[in-house]
């Protein structure tokens, strides 16, 4: 009888255990990064427009003033639009020009010049100091007109 209580109490244990590790690790994965405000964003651009033209071609993108520190938007392909919030993730409150993403001049990858951190087109860090990706945006295409919102 001990031994079979001793077994459903490790049991018990073990299933506490791998119940805490789930809560703590989804935790983390919704986390947009620490000290970045959340504003409220809801914008419309015509992907078409004269002021949009580096949206016509894959890999192309655009600075819009709104969110934080503003807004890259980036054309993955013609039905695909991204949009992240330019503030950096590692120092987000830094004063401009520190503490916002620009895409490079390789067009390649975002980086924040001050602190050195690299970021994907796709808004993940391909280098640190920062840990955490870009905060992004919800995009909707209807036409040629681009919703961007929270």
Not at 66 to 75: D, E, L, N
Not at 104 to 125: A, E, K
């Amino acid at each position: 009888m001990a031994a079979s209580l001793a077994k459903a109490s490790t049991t018990i244990s073990k299933l506490l255990c791998l119940l805490a590790l789930l809560l703590l690790t989804s935790c983390g994965s919704d986390n947009p990064g620490p000290g970045i405000p959340n504003v409220p964003v809801s914008e419309q651009i015509n992907v078409n427009s004269q002021l949009y033209t580096r949206l016509r071609q894959d890999g192309g993108y655009v600075y819009l003033n709104s969110g934080y520190k503003g807004i890259i938007v980036i054309r993955q392909h013609a039905n695909l639009y991204l949009a992240f919030e330019r503030a950096c993730p590692y120092d987000p409150t830094a004063t401009a020009p520190c503490g916002q993403v620009e895409a490079d001049q390789s067009n390649l990858f975002i980086v924040d010049t001050c602190c050195g951190s690299q970021f994907n087109f796709q808004g993940g860090v391909n280098a640190g100091p920062a840990v955490y990706g870009l905060r992004q945006y919800r995009t909707v295409l209807n036409g040629s007109l681009l919703s961007i919102f929270n």
